[in-house]
């Protein structure tokens, strides 16, 4: 049974830093891209980075590209988006995902699993 466990998440001010963690078991996603996504209440998901698991090529929405790095540890088993320079509009609940890796990474209807989420807020 695939498993994606995120952690991390909280309330910081505007120009903190926050490091958000997926633990993933179940299964070898050395054939698949890990993503980060993140949805506000009337909104879809969006993307915002996502890592080949093997190889570790890395893409980033614009809007979080010099402040947001992904990352993984193969002996962990895990996914981190280590975020920098939060701002409020960074407020969302972040979900880590998982897709193969010849699919639309950008795409959340293209992944296969999905952690339960974990809220990031950011107060100005």
């Known amino acids: 049974q695939v498993q994606l466990v995120e952690s991390g998440g909280g309330l910081v001010q505007a120009g903190d830093s926050l490091r958000l963690s997926c633990a993933a078991s179940g299964r070898t996603f050395s054939s698949y891209r890990m993503g980060w996504f993140r949805q506000t209440p009337g909104k879809e998901r969006e993307f915002v980075a996502a890592i080949r698991w093997s190889g570790g090529s890395t893409d980033y929405v614009d809007s979080v590209k010099g402040r947001f790095t992904i990352s993984r540890d193969y002996a962990k088993n895990t996914v981190y988006l280590s975020m920098n320079s939060l701002k409020p509009e960074d407020t969302a609940v972040y979900y880590c995902?998982?897709?193969?890796?010849?699919?639309?990474?950008?795409?959340?209807?293209?992944?296969?699993?999905w952690g339960q989420g974990t809220q990031v807020t950011v107060s100005s």
């Open positions: 995902a998982a897709v193969w890796y010849g699919s639309n990474w950008r795409d959340s209807r293209e992944y296969n699993y």
